[in-house]
């Protein structure tokens, strides 16, 4: 055996036999070739969405052979497609060993490409092997035509269509990452569609390179009877096309019942994250509100204590520090009500570029000089309807969580931006947010970043990273309370090593002239209006009335709301401050619409450590209401009553706009 019987050796090629093509096959074998590629690219998909190793090799198996079987029958129906001048027959067994070569190469790549990233490396050793595989299987196909007539191959030409080969197979594997970061197509059947004809495209230049490296001389032979090479091509383009189009349908069915049973944990997922936020939110919102009852009694005393210019200084500078305390304490429980959704807002239209450059005079100096802090506001920027000064509080919250991811230095970034949330966007969130403009606040930091396991639950509240001492675990689980109130969005972008970004989304508002602020009197007013107060429990209602006469008032004191209306048809009151939620038939919202229908000249003054809705809508104070948070100290006691008296305030369900 020499190369001479290989290669056209010292022969004149011009005596070769003359050849053409049935250019209807050789469409007909393209069209063989890129439904293979469909499907190649189908399998590819599936696979390197699975994790278990078993189902990754059993899926393997059967796309190389779906593959290889679609290349092979793409090679048989364009040697079909070749037409000699001499009757051409093929060898059964030869013709079917050909495949082997094919189902290799094919399960070289999709080993190759079925992973989420491919290295230039794995995709030069696996275009090789397969452009390999796919020359080794033409070339012995080619082994099993039967002729009277010499085969020969062009040694230039030879070894150009292997080179061919594996430069073809090289771009057809990377076909499937370049059409995959295409903008411009979106949706992903087209994408596989395009790189499907494209791929195609490159495994039939492949063949038909190599054959024009072949030529056939006539030799004598036995007489041959010739195949039909219609016929015999429609019917094996007609079996690959069925056995590929199973195939397809296979890998399609699998991936979409396993991206529906994905879609239901994660439903469930986010259920139950949803219910256990929610739980933890109601447990939150009631231990907050019966502990502000408990600090109202506190704060109430120390109060009375500092007012008396008769206690000793030792015992002053104690009261001062129970005070202090009561005040820590009620912002501890301020930030509960805020993460169970259960604090008051006072909105007010607001521009978030001015509340950043607002805040951020106090950040530089808050934050320290190994950060630095850059702002980023955006020109045009769409009013929204919050309560700034929470804002402000989640704004200083988000700062320093990424002042302290940041320990040794690094860029604060602080940016606000008009965003249009899409259906899209929407349908793939765990929180109910409406789909629409918003105006977004966000704080990025080049800190350490958070994995995903801890990135889940930083909205939960009492959960901190943070050494012993160093946080108590609610300001994030405050702001997002803040947000949901605020009919927002939140969300946590973060990346070990990287950083972490939180984007807030208010609501767009239509724009309108906030009412400035009234100015804080230093002194405390006082009056002698008749005052009636209502409350449940025992012990506020008796320090309420107490800090009530110390301010001169004529008081008296209703432990119900039918009390209270027994009262208040035996005597008349000028205000009546009443606690929200009640034990009893009726609660502070019922006793005063009764109140409203019988006396209406009679101001209300609402006090509660939360409102459970029963007097905001959508979580804001209706208008004329005015409400005194628990805990309170004497001095905002003193202000709101008069407030109410003397103002247009007070007057529930009318239309005046008091305090909210």
């Known amino acids: 055996m020499t190369l001479s019987n290989y290669f056209a050796l010292n022969v004149d090629p011009s005596q070769a036999l003359p050849e053409t093509y049935n250019y209807g096959l050789v469409l007909l074998s393209y069209l063989v070739a890129a439904l293979g590629s469909y499907a190649f690219l189908q399998f590819a998909t599936r696979i390197a969405e699975l994790r278990d190793a078993g189902l990754r090799h059993s899926w393997l198996v059967i796309g190389a052979i779906a593959m ?65 595989g796919i020359g080794a299987m033409h070339y012995s196909g080619m082994m099993a035509m039967q002729l009277n007539a010499t085969v020969r191959y062009d040694p230039i030409l030879f070894s150009a269509s292997i080179v061919v080969a594996v430069l073809l197979a090289i771009l057809a594997l990377q076909v499937r990452q370049v059409v995959g970061k295409l903008d411009l197509i979106r949706l992903p059947a087209v994408r596989d569609g395009v790189g499907a004809l494209i791929m195609g495209f490159a495994v039939t230049a492949m063949h038909y390179t190599a054959m024009a490296s072949t030529y056939c001389f006539a030799a004598p032979g036995p007489q041959r009877t010739a195949v039909d090479h219609s016929v015999f091509a429609g019917v094996t383009a007609l079996i690959a096309s069925l056995v590929l189009l199973l195939t397809i349908v296979a890998v399609m069915f699998d991936r979409r019942v396993a991206q529906e049973e994905s879609s239901h944990q994660r439903t469930s997922e986010q259920l139950m994250q949803a219910q256990k936020m929610e739980a933890v939110g109601q447990l939150t919102g009631g231990v907050a509100h019966d502990f502000n009852n408990i600090l109202t009694i506190v704060l109430a005393n120390a109060d009375a204590i500092l007012d008396d210019d008769s206690v000793p200084p030792h015992i002053t500078k104690r009261a001062q520090r129970i005070s202090d305390a009561g005040q820590k304490a009620s912002e501890l429980t301020r930030q509960l009500l805020a993460f169970s959704r259960k604090q008051v807002l006072k909105p007010e239209i607001s521009d978030l570029n001015d509340l950043v450059a607002t805040t951020g005079k106090l950040l530089r100096r808050t934050l320290g000089e190994h950060i630095e802090v850059q702002t980023i506001a955006a020109s045009n920027l769409w009013p929204i309807y919050v309560d700034r000064p929470q804002v402000e509080t989640a704004l200083i919250n988000l700062c320093i969580n990424a002042r302290d991811a940041m320990a040794g230095g690094g860029r604060l970034t602080v940016e606000t931006r008009n965003v249009t949330l899409s259906w899209d966007y929407v349908a793939r969130q765990e929180d109910e947010v409406a789909p629409g403009e918003y105006a977004m606040l966000s704080v990025s930091d080049t800190g350490s970043g958070m994995p995903p396991d801890i990135r889940r639950r930083a909205f939960e509240p009492f959960f901190t990273t943070k050494e012993v001492g160093k946080g108590t675990g609610l300001g994030l689980s405050m702001v997002y309370g803040f947000i949901r109130q605020s009919n927002g969005h939140i969300e946590i972008t973060s990346e070990v090593g990287r950083g972490t970004t939180v984007r807030m989304y208010f609501p767009r508002s239509d724009p309108a002239v906030a009412a400035a602020p009234a100015p804080r009197k230093q002194a405390m007013p006082r009056g002698s209006e008749r005052i009636l107060v209502v409350e449940d429990e025992k012990a506020v209602r008796a320090i309420v009335g107490e800090q009530l006469g110390s301010l001169g008032y004529d008081v008296k004191l209703a432990r119900d709301a039918d009390q209270a209306l027994e009262l208040l048809k035996a005597h008349r009151f000028d205000l009546v401050i009443t606690d929200v939620v009640m034990p009893g038939r009726l609660n502070g919202r019922a006793l005063a619409e009764e109140i409203k229908q019988a006396w209406p000249d009679t101001r209300i003054v609402f006090m509660s450590g939360y409102s459970e809705n029963a007097l905001q809508r959508d979580g804001r104070l209706e208008s004329g209401v005015m409400l005194l948070a628990k805990p309170h100290v004497k001095a905002d006691l003193a202000k709101i009553i008069r407030d109410a008296l003397g103002g247009n305030g007070g007057r529930f369900g009318s239309a005046a706009h008091g305090q909210a």
């Open 68 to 132: 290889g079987g679609g290349i092979w029958a793409m090679h048989f129906i364009g040697m079909l497609a070749h037409i000699l001048p001499i009757p051409v027959s093929y060898d059964p067994g030869i013709t079917a060993l050909s495949i082997l070569p094919a189902i290799l190469g094919a399960g070289v790549a999709l080993h190759v490409v079925a992973r989420p990233v491919i290295t230039t490396s794995r995709l030069l050793i696996g275009g090789t092997l397969m452009g390999a």
